[in-house]
């Protein structure tokens, strides 16, 4: 599976955006999506993830605010942001994995990341 994230750019903060990760392969309804962010001197950190039957799980930070989905038709996976915050800056990444999980380890497959910046 090859993914490839889009929809980063500047935001002020209270905005939104939508990510999208679009994906290769005609397997990608069996996989687990999730979404993870890595700011600057930060360790990656998972943010969203849904299963393969729609299910989704979401980090104290963002719940409430983002919303994971997926579109199987379309092999595509989004990431809709609402009332972003600065601390939400970061590089996205979409991931595909066997596992709804919250553990980058779960997780075999990455696409390249898209910036995320939100001004105060």
């Known amino acids: 599976v090859q993914l490839q994230a889009s929809g980063g750019g500047l935001v002020q903060a209270g905005g939104s955006l939508r990510l999208s990760c679009a994906a290769s392969?005609?397997?990608?309804?069996?996989?687990?999506m999730g979404w993870f962010r890595q700011a600057p001197g930060k360790e990656r950190e998972f943010v969203a993830t849904i299963s393969w039957s729609g299910r989704t799980y979401y980090a104290d930070s963002v719940k409430g605010r983002f919303t994971i989905s997926r579109e199987n038709a379309k092999n595509t996976e989004y990431l809709q942001m609402n009332s972003l915050k600065p601390e939400d800056t970061a590089v996205y990444y979409c991931?595909?994995?066997?596992?709804?999980?919250?553990?980058?380890?779960?997780?075999?497959?990455w696409g390249q990341g898209t910036l995320v910046t939100v001004s105060s």
């Open positions: 392969g005609r397997t990608f309804s069996s996989y687990a």
């Open positions: 991931a595909a994995g066997g596992y709804y999980s919250i553990n980058t380890d779960d997780y075999g497959y």
